[in-house]
């Protein structure tokens, strides 16, 4: 008994080689996802910073951590460039159709998954099957449903679009849709919110479900049609879900690339920041004013997330 009670030697040097061997093991475990995280962003994001502070072009990569700095002359070049703040009756510059753009695209988005998750969050015949069908927009690979946007829409007589309408005699010739200022943006933001809103509807579906059924059962008690239901109780217990859906979708749509570059190459008026940068660093080989603009874009970003926190969903959290 009074062996078992006794300390055993060493067992201080054991639980420690213990703890240092977890220690060791858990710093293995973490080290190749530390450094995947730091090669793939935190470095870059670090040296696009550094390098919109200086001039970096094709003929200095060789050497680029010796570029010559130029403080904020990057800046000061992407704001004064035409492509960035031209505003006009006809043409708008990238800053103001990417808000516009963003905004817009998130809001019909939104709008879109709404609806989309009231409708599939009543019970029907092959309802799994109809869920699976809407997801199909967002999980489908973008280049392949920007591919089949681009044949519907096709310039030519012979594309989908075109074809429908002229044997409708609705029009006399075929249009180019996607090379129509004015008309390629809303096209861009439409293809934008069909292909997101199943997002949209994943998300408000979920907490749909996770409303009490009784709020409704004594609304509809108390005379409440099905519009006082969805604006008095549907929509306040939607409220955070869409807050964070709006913010989320948001800050992608804005930093969004690749689906105005297949459709439209940002070109007829669909010019935005992300492709801009493209445009900057790549076509004019300027990459420190490339980086400029992606520095710009992110504190525009910040400086909403800020605001959108602070006031819009303290506001929300209040009520």
Do not use: C
């Not at 516009?100 to 029907?124: D, E, K, Q, V, W």
């Not at 489908?140 to 310039?155: E, K, M, Q, T």
């Amino acid at each position: 008994m009074t062996n078992l009670s006794r300390p055993r030697r060493g067992s201080s040097l054991f639980s420690k080689s213990m703890q240092a061997r977890e220690a060791r093991l858990a710093w293995a475990l973490i080290l190749p996802t530390a450094l995947i995280v730091f090669g793939l962003v935190l470095f870059p994001a670090v040296f696009s910073i550094w390098i919109s502070f200086h001039k970096v072009g094709l003929y200095n990569l060789n050497d680029v951590f010796h570029a010559p700095f130029n403080g904020l002359d990057n800046f000061r070049a992407v704001i004064s460039d035409f492509a960035f703040k031209w505003v006009s009756t006809t043409q708008w510059g990238a800053a103001v159709t990417t808000i516009f753009y963003s905004f817009l695209s998130t809001i019909l988005t939104l709008l879109f998954g709404l609806i989309a998750a009231i409708l599939l969050n009543r019970p029907f015949k092959a309802r799994g099957l109809v869920r699976g069908i809407f997801l199909f927009p967002y999980v489908a690979p973008v280049i392949s449903v920007a591919f089949v946007w681009r044949w519907l829409l096709d310039p030519r007589p012979s594309g989908v679009l075109n074809n429908v309408l002229m044997s409708l005699n609705l029009i006399n010739a075929p249009k180019a849709y996607l090379a129509t200022r004015g008309l390629a943006i809303w096209l861009v933001i439409i293809f934008q919110a069909w292909r997101y809103f199943p997002f949209a509807m994943l998300m408000i579906l979920a907490r749909l479900q996770a409303i009490d059924d009784t709020l409704y059962e004594a609304a509809s008690v108390d005379g409440a049609n099905t519009w006082q239901q969805f604006i008095n109780i549907t929509i306040p217990e939607l409220r955070y879900v869409l807050g964070s859906i709006f913010l989320l979708r948001l800050l992608w749509t804005f930093n969004k690339f690749d689906d105005i570059w297949l459709l439209t190459g940002g070109g007829y008026g669909t010019n935005v920041l992300p492709v801009l940068t493209y445009q900057f660093s790549f076509n004019s080989y300027d990459f420190g004013k490339g980086a400029a603009t992606a520095m710009m874009m992110l504190v525009a970003l910040v400086i909403f997330i800020i605001v959108y926190v602070r006031v819009i969903m303290r506001n929300a959290e209040e009520s």
